[in-house]
């Protein structure tokens, strides 16, 4: 059986003609989900008993749990379980321009990044449409806030569950919907370049954000073993093309590892590599994890990695860090979980 949060507002509408309704209706249900937030078909109560029950046997209304949450200063973390018992986290930041949720894409990730705790647990299957949207609205139930944007950089590679990542975002961008603007999602991917053509085909005007993370391969199929099948120069082919495309400004994040790709040759590479591109980079202090053998940049190092992008007339910005108390990290709590911590 579908769920209801897995359909578009326009899939809903042929939805209603099919069976003989008013396309109208699908407002209506659009407006008792997203706007009034029900939780059951039962409380729509201005819909007829009869399409009630029709609802009520061809979708479900069921969105993931929260079976745990973790709070700092600004940041709650939010652990999910899904109706087949896989866990999954969301993590909501404060910022003073609005609520930011980080949400997860996939249970566990294959992309196997070295210093990420989500791929240390392989991936067990893609997130639905609804499971996704289900993460905004079970946070936005129980703690009584507004979410103004979301990224998709919790645990799992978007790219790598590029149709429902596409439907997500069309429903959550919807204006009957939640309505959360373009401008105010951004999809993280590790540079999978066949599902950034079609990302470009597919003309969505929400923000792109490239995990890089080195100046070169070498350091890259290193960290990134996606690297080894998409290597950075095709990479940047692509990513012209895609600020070419769009007139979009791009987005490169990149974790500073301590000795590994934090160093002055570093910084001066990774300004050759991206000039004359439409971009920013985020430089992010790496959140330290107990199972991975990483460490974070030092404050001088980060300090003097960002002068020299700047003097290269790099647009650059540090990452606010958050939740380091929470486990904060990818893919930590779900991992911590699973372990029995
Ligand atoms: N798979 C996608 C999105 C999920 S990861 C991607 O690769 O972009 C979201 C971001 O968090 C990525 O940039 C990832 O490299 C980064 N990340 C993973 N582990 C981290 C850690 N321990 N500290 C800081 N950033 C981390």
Known sequence: MKNIYDISFEKLETYFTDIGQKKFK???????LYKKRVTSFEEMTNIKKEI???LKQNFSIQIPKIIKKEEDVDVIKFLFELSDYQKVEAVLMKHDYGNSLCVSTQVGCNMGC????????KKIRNLEVHEMVGQILAIERIIKVRISHVVLM?????????????DFIHIINSGKGIAIGSRHITVSTCGIIPKIKRFIEDGKQVNLAISLHAPNNQIRNHLMPINKVYPIEPLMEVLK???????????????LLDGINDQVQHALELAKLVQNMNCYINLIPYNETSHLQYKKSNQTSIMHFYDILKQ??????????????????????????????
């Open 26 to 32: 699908a407002v209506q249900v659009y407006d008792w």
């Open 52 to 54: 009630i029950n029709h």
């Open 114 to 121: 070295s210093f990420c705790e989500s791929g240390r647990l």
């Open 154 to 166: 919790g645990i799992g590679e978007p790219f790598d569950n590029y149709d429902h990542i596409i």
């Open 241 to 255: 093309e895609y600020t070419e495309k769009t007139g979009r400004r791009l987005t490169f994040e990149y974790i």
């Open 312 to 341: 290269n007339h790099v647009a650059v910005t540090i990452r606010r860090e958050f939740g380091s108390k929470v486990s904060a990290a990818c893919g930590q709590l779900r991992a911590n979980y699973e372990e029995g911590k």
